[in-house]
């Protein structure tokens, strides 16, 4: 039944059919192949999966950051950066990394962070002399961290699918996004001295001031957001929720950018990115129903464990099989398939579920920045362009410190630890 199953899976994947049809046929393949369960199996979990009350989260969120974009949010999170860190050598990109940071507070979603930030940041940088393919590949490597800072729509499935706090799950993603934004912006920062891509003129203390004072409303969402939640005030999805009323309020009455006849426009827009991704959500689903009934997450779990017992060993593989799945499988489904698997090992290691839901996401996002499916990459040279490989060979060194980064990550936990173990 495995093979059967993860070798349909693979061959729809290679002949190019979308990754939910792709789960789901072979999801039935291996049903008919087995006559182990009634078909009518498929369209209950398709259906159970996504009746959930935390997964209402992801459309909110998703509704909240296109609010946010339409209603200038994204403009003010760049003047801000600028008048911090423009003038610096190779200034715009360190806007580009830092604004991304800020959206993706706001967002939940990299590919939503790589359109809203990289459409205005890398025409700017290429207009200042930078060139197409660094100015593409910064924007793509910095889109990345939208997934890692919170709120973040593959921590909500992550936390559904294993039963772990979303909350905690959401702070510890903080310190992470942050160090994974610092090291992009020192590669930024040493290709700009290289290339002598230069920065804009200092701000003044007062443009610095006007520019905090512009986007404080965007800045402070994710502080009620995650107030809010610690607070007890509300639950991950009641915080999705007030994020949209929020992100309606700014726009509409506060920065006055926001049209009511945008709206249906931006329901229409976030019912497709939702749909889709709710779509993966429910075929991944009855695809881990196969594996779970088959005892393949256990079967796995012992193979792990018979090629080694050593944690540090354990947790190289894993990483290694994850930044592999990440390179071509949409970043929910590889969760809701591959958390259960790898579930059993880390619990049998002692590694903290947060700590681990961390590693899994952080890995499948520098995965949205390597090919073939490089959802980041695909976005990106959409703004551009450009080749896919065009940008590749110009993105070598953000996934070079990337990868780095995801091993401090991995084996030193009190980086994705503290906040949460400060708040418990």
């Not at 930030?117 to 961290?145: C, D, H, L, N």
Request: aromatic share 10%; hydrophobic share 55%; proline share 5%.
């Amino acid at each position: 039944m495995m093979y059967v199953l993860f070798g349909v899976f693979a061959l729809l994947v290679i002949c190019n059919v979308p990754i939910a049809a792709s789960l789901c046929l072979a999801t039935i393949v291996s049903i008919v192949v087995s006559d182990s369960v009634p078909l009518i199996v498929v369209g209950q979990k398709l259906f159970a999966s996504i009746d959930s009350f935390p997964l209402m989260a992801i459309p909110f969120f998703m509704i909240a950051g296109n609010l946010m974009e339409k209603g200038g949010i994204s403009k003010r999170l760049i003047a801000f950066a600028n008048s911090i860190i423009g003038a610096l050598s190779g200034g715009l990109s360190l806007v580009t990394i830092l604004a991304s940071m800020f959206f993706a507070a706001i967002s939940g979603s990299s590919p939503a962070t790589v359109a809203a930030i990289g459409s205005i940041m890398i025409p700017a940088m290429v207009r200042q002399g930078y060139s197409k393919e660094f100015a593409t590949a910064t924007q793509a490597s910095a889109g990345y961290i939208g997934v890692i800072i919170p709120p973040s729509i593959p921590m909500v499935t992550f936390g559904v699918v294993t039963g772990t706090s979303i909350g905690q799950l959401f702070m510890a993603g903080f310190i992470p996004g942050a160090l994974f934004g610092g090291v992009l912006m020192l590669v930024a920062y040493i290709t700009a001295r290289k290339n002598n891509y230069m920065g804009d003129t200092p701000a003044s203390s007062k443009e610095i001031l006007y520019t905090f004072k512009d986007s404080i409303l965007a800045l402070l969402m994710p502080v009620i957001i995650l107030g809010g939640i610690y607070g007890g005030i509300f639950t991950p999805t009641e915080a999705a929720n007030v994020a949209v009323v929020y992100g309606l309020f700014v726009g509409i009455f506060v920065y006055r950018e926001l049209k009511f006849s945008d709206i249906p426009e931006i329901l229409k827009k976030s019912a497709i990115s939702s749909s889709l991704v709710m779509l993966i959500i429910s075929t991944a689903s009855a695809f881990g129903l196969i594996l779970t009934r088959e005892a393949i997450p256990a079967q796995i779990a012992e193979l792990f464990l018979g090629i080694t017992s050593n944690p540090i060993m354990l947790l190289v593989l894993i990483n290694i099989m994850l930044l592999v799945i990440g390179t071509f499988m949409e970043t929910n489904a590889a969760i809701i398939i591959m958390a259960p698997i790898f579930f059993p090992v880390i619990m049998e290691m002692g590694v903290n579920p947060v700590h681990f839901g961390v590693i899994m996401v952080a890995n499948l996002a520098i995965g949205m920045i390597t090919p073939p499916l490089g959802v980041n990459l695909f976005v990106s040279c959409g703004l551009t362009k450009l080749k896919i490989e065009q940008v590749v060979r110009a993105n070598w060194w953000y996934l070079f410190v990337s990868l780095a980064t995801m091993g401090l990550i991995t084996y030193f936990p009190a980086i994705s630890m503290w906040l949460p173990t400060l708040l418990m």
